[in-house]
């Protein structure tokens, strides 16, 4: 699907092309999370049966991410290559393939491969094809599709939980992956309705480039030529297919840091925000209560957003500073809260704002670089997340172990979530 193609939209901002991608991209964050939980909820029968430490099958997970965030710069050249719309079918099927096979495994090894290979893969392909599908149908509403394109990933926490305990009680570990393999593959659809919806692509001046052609001499400053020639080639592919030049972008560092420290804070609360409320003196229970409350405030953020932006009443660039400021300082004072509601406060206020924040920073993605950069942005910036996640996601249970308390290690969270305010002022300063 590398033909010419004409970038015009069926419809008013997207028609019916932006709302399949829409579709999309929802379907493929309610996978996903059905992937992770699966496994999440399996982890001391996984433990059991594949004769393996509970670190091991744990890590499995950690793997999948990490590898979804190294393939992810390739998302855009897949895209362009073979269409969105076939690469959404794939990746549906790899994700599928990985947990149905998963069943038939004897070791932690085996499954380790099977989801590292198939389901990160795919994990990564898919959310980078998606997202700049959605990205290029929509313009005013922009923010509000993909709001809703994120609350897939909301439902699938609730729907995937009670489903999977259901299926381990009634068929077992090993039921229940060909079962949630057989749920994943309907994502498939999703892909196939945007091959028969017509998809507004990429420039054509990203595709492949043909190597030029020279007359052969037996000089060697004909062969030299010859050398310069293929090494110039290769280095406008990587520059056009990959989108190298945006590693040169001052502005796209700028958006880059807002999205890593944003998301490393979120993925650092996820980890140890349980460890650090019984730290506090609450109870599991209470604790499960937080996070409960606080997924619902996120589903809520993430689908309010839209409309404050869309419709004018807050700018994207005032909300996301708003939102910044609110989750620092609240992760800032979560590890000094000992009563129920103010640490209920807290939480809620940590997953509003990042309900806003990871959809809104897309939206400054689009607004800084453009639509055509969007797909090397979030691939690019899906690596960064991930090296940050590798090399510094132990640092907050590092301090706890030296210092005994989390307070210094949410004092470190919020100051990374605070780090945003600098770039995102630079980038408000240079719009005007």
């Given at each position: ?9 069926e ?22 999370t059905?992937?992770?939980?699966v ?6 029968i ?9 670190w091991i ?11 979804s ?10 895209s362009?290559?073979?269409?969105a ?5 794939t ?21 380790a491969?099977?989801?590292?290979l ?8 898919s959310?980078?094809?998606?997202k ?9 509403n ?18 995937f939980?009670?489903?999977v ?11 229940t992956?060909?079962?949630v393999?057989?749920i ?14 017509r ?16 007359e052969h ?38 958006v880059a ?10 993925t650092m609360?996820i ?6 409320a019984q730290?506090?003196?609450f ?5 499960g209560?937080f ?19 869309d419709?004018?009443v807050?700018?994207s660039w ?13 992760y ?5 809260l000992?009563s129920?509601w103010?640490?209920m ?5 940590i997953?509003f704002?990042?309900?806003?924040l990871?959809c809104?920073?897309?939206?400054l ?13 979030f ?5 960064k ?8 996601g132990f ?18 969270i ?6 945003p305010?600098?770039p995102l002022?630079?980038?408000i300063?240079?719009?005007?």
């Amino acid at each position: 699907m590398s033909g010419a193609v004409s970038n015009s939209l069926e419809g008013p901002d997207g028609g019916r092309p932006g709302w399949v991608a829409v579709l999309a991209l929802w379907t493929k964050n309610f996978m996903v999370t059905g992937i992770t939980k699966v496994l999440g909820i399996m982890l001391p029968i996984l433990q059991f049966q594949l004769t393996s430490q509970m670190w091991i099958i744990g890590w499995i997970a950690s793997l999948t991410t990490a590898t979804s965030g190294f393939v992810a710069p390739f998302g855009g050249l897949v895209s362009r290559r073979f269409g969105a719309g076939y690469a959404m079918m794939t990746c549906g099927v790899m994700m599928s393939a990985a947990v149905i096979a998963g069943s038939f495994v004897e070791n932690s090894l085996q499954l380790a491969l099977l989801y590292m290979l198939l389901a990160g893969t795919a994990k990564g392909i898919s959310n980078v094809v998606a997202k700049e599908a959605v990205g290029r149908c929509f313009t005013k509403n922009y923010a509000t599709a993909n709001g809703i394109a994120r609350t897939g990933y909301s439902v699938g926490l609730i729907v995937f939980a009670p489903l999977v305990q259901l299926f381990l009680d009634t068929y077992g570990w090993r039921g229940t992956m060909l079962l949630v393999g057989a749920i994943i593959m309907h994502s498939v659809a999703s892909g196939a309705v945007m091959v028969a919806t017509r998809q507004p692509e990429l420039d054509q001046s990203h595709a492949y480039q043909t190597l030029p052609q020279t007359e052969h001499t037996n000089s060697s400053s004909a062969h030299e030529s010859t050398l310069r020639s293929y090494c110039g080639s290769l280095r406008k592919f990587f520059f056009k297919n990959f989108e190298v030049g945006l590693l040169l972008n001052a502005r796209y560092w700028l958006v880059a840091v807002i999205s890593c420290c944003t998301l490393y804070a979120y993925t650092m609360w996820i980890v140890y925000f349980v460890s650090q409320a019984q730290s506090n003196g609450f109870t599991l229970e209470e604790a499960g209560s937080f996070v409960t409350i606080a997924g619902i405030a996120n589903l809520f953020g993430t689908i309010s957003q839209g409309p404050i932006t869309d419709r004018g009443v807050m700018s994207s660039w005032t909300l996301v500073a708003v939102c910044l400021v609110m989750s620092s300082v609240s992760y800032l004072a979560s590890s000094l809260l000992t009563s129920y509601w103010p640490m209920m406060t807290s939480a809620v206020l940590i997953l509003f704002s990042d309900g806003v924040l990871t959809c809104q920073t897309d939206v400054l993605v689009k607004q800084v670089l453009g639509v055509e950069l969007l797909a090397g942005a979030f691939g690019w910036i899906a690596l960064k997340v991930t090296l940050l996640l590798v090399a510094l996601g132990f640092l907050p249970g590092l301090v706890y172990d030296l210092t005994g308390s989390y307070t210094a290690a949410f004092l470190l969270i919020g100051s990374v979530q605070a780090v945003p305010l600098v770039p995102l002022l630079m980038l408000i300063y240079s719009q005007r």
